[in-house]
């Protein structure tokens, strides 16, 4: 025995059964959808800014150390070992080529970043960079380095940790150049008294003493305002004494070794 109310519907009564159009797109839809897909390439983009050219930029950055020991080494041969009165930079360096290391024990023991002449692209390989209008180690002025802090290496990340007194030590290929840090500050873009000759007096032309300073973004993730750093210098340690107590572990051997 069979029941009407189990039997399929007819070949009519499907014909006659009206089909379901899919729902027409919203004003509201079409926007959640473009704000889904736009957020998936910010996503994106953060992970390629934050970290990819992390990768890269470290890369680049362990290039740029290989390089200083190889010139550290042809000019040690050349007799630049730090007894004389030899320049600290040599004159034929031009931008791009590094000519030295920055160590920051506050920065951590295994903290040292390969510096270079220019401030441009040049600093997207995790490096500091020196603005053209800043002196060389070893003359009387405000040697200023420029560094990315969250991109590219992110070499000045914890900058707002340093405190009055830390030290940072510039290497040279005739030795280390030991600043002192004196001030840590925020300023605007527009500040360039910030790398007067005189940190301290930015209004005056006239050097007083040498000064090492760090500048790099703030706050993290932004442009707008500046973090800066002034260090004073404090001491000298000629390459042929070897390496500061305090970094004598995160200088390469090769990078003091007598010649």
Not at 172 to 185: D, M, S
């Amino acid at each position: 025995m069979s029941y009407a109310g189990s039997r399929p519907p007819s070949r009519r009564q499907r014909r006659a059964t009206p089909k379901r159009r899919p729902p027409r797109p919203t004003f509201l839809g079409v926007i959640g959808e473009l704000l889904i897909t736009a957020g998936l390439f910010v996503l994106l983009f953060v992970v390629w800014e934050l970290y990819w050219t992390n990768l890269g930029a470290n890369r680049e950055a362990q290039a740029h150390r290989d390089t200083i020991v190889e010139n550290f080494d042809a000019q040690h041969d050349a007799g630049f070992d730090g007894s004389g009165p030899d320049p600290s930079v040599p004159a034929d360096v031009t931008t791009g080529d590094p000519w030295g290391m920055l160590y920051v024990p506050r920065f951590g023991s295994d903290y040292s970043v390969p510096v270079l002449d220019g401030t441009g692209t040049e600093i997207d390989s995790a490096v500091l960079g020196r603005y053209d209008s800043s002196p060389r180690p070893g003359e009387d002025g405000n040697l200023a380095l420029a560094g990315h802090r969250q991109t590219y290496g992110a070499v000045l990340w914890d900058m707002d940790q340093l405190q009055d007194g830390d030290r940072l030590y510039l290497q040279t290929a005739n030795g280390w150049w030991v600043y002192e840090t004196r001030q840590v500050h925020i300023v605007q873009p527009t500040d360039v008294g910030v790398l007067a000759p005189n940190p301290t007096d930015p209004i005056s032309a006239e050097p007083a003493g040498q000064w090492l300073t760090l500048t790099t973004c703030h706050p993290p993730y932004t442009v707008l305002e500046r973090m800066i750093t002034h260090a004073e210098l404090v001491e000298f340690v000629p390459v042929n004494d070897g390496a500061p107590d305090e970094i004598a572990d995160t200088v390469p051997e090769q990078l003091f070794e007598e010649n």
